[in-house]
């Protein structure tokens, strides 16, 4: 079955860091680009960071340049969301998705992230 | 790297037509013709159902359509259903491995 689960949300203090994972299977996960989406309380969908599947290239948006860091370990199928210095604007469900052929055809169900002051 | 413009909401009675607009600029919508358009049902996962401005996803019934203009991009959906009721997201690609989603519009079936 192909699946993408994510893991690693709770809840966090302001400037705090966290690392979310999101586990992949079903699929050639080492092949293709992969993505985080997130979706703040009453917002629409984010678009944050895509990396390639053998890690050599990454695309991130402005607002979490420098603070976020998508990492992968293709031996675990395994995405990852590194973030520091966390605001509270920085609330959200996290989605991992695949990229593929210009569109994001598989998502995880996604896991939350509240930072709290 | 602004969101794309979507109106907030659109409504129809069942069975009939309508249209959510895409608008972003020449950078993205109106440089790539890497559309794609999902539909999210809150607490569940996104789902995409046009990708490459107007092929439809395997499974997604023809009542769905893509279309763009210059800069803006259309969803349509016709034969309005109450399943059909959801948020709809566009997103483009911008070049530099970045991508963008539009504001998001939700669908009301009256």
């Known amino acids: 079955e192909v699946q993408l689960v994510e893991s690693g949300g709770g809840l966090v203090q302001l400037g705090g860091s966290l690392r979310l994972s999101c586990v992949a299977s079903g699929f050639m996960f080492s092949r293709d680009w992969m993505a985080w989406v997130r979706q703040a309380p009453g917002k629409g969908l984010e678009w944050l960071a895509m990396i390639r599947g053998d890690g050599n290239e990454r695309g991130s948006v402005d607002s979490v340049e420098g603070r976020f860091t998508i990492s992968r370990d293709n031996a675990k199928n395994s995405l990852y969301l590194q973030m520091n210095n966390l605001r509270a604007e920085d609330t959200a469900v996290y989605y991992c998705?695949?990229?593929?052929?210009?569109?994001?055809?598989?998502w995880g169900q996604g896991t939350m992230l509240t930072v709290s002051s | 790297q602004s969101a794309l413009t979507q109106p907030r909401s659109v409504s129809g009675s069942p069975g009939q037509s309508v249209t959510i607009s895409c608008n972003g600029t020449?950078?993205?919508?109106?440089?790539?013709?890497?559309i794609s358009w999902y539909q999210h049902h809150p607490g569940k996962a996104p789902k995409d159902i046009i990708c490459d401005v107007t092929k439809r996803l395997s499974g997604v019934p023809d009542r769905f359509s893509g279309s763009k203009s210059g800069s803006t991009a259309s969803l349509t959906i016709s034969g309005l259903r109450a399943d059909d009721e959801a948020d709809y997201y566009c997103?483009?690609?911008?070049?530099?491995?970045?991508?963008?989603f539009g504001t998001g519009t939700k669908v009301t079936v009256l």
């Open positions: 998705t695949r990229g593929w052929l210009g569109t994001f055809d598989i």
């Open positions: 997103s483009s690609y911008a070049g530099s491995n970045i991508y963008v």
């Open positions: 020449s950078s993205d919508v109106g440089a790539y013709n890497y």
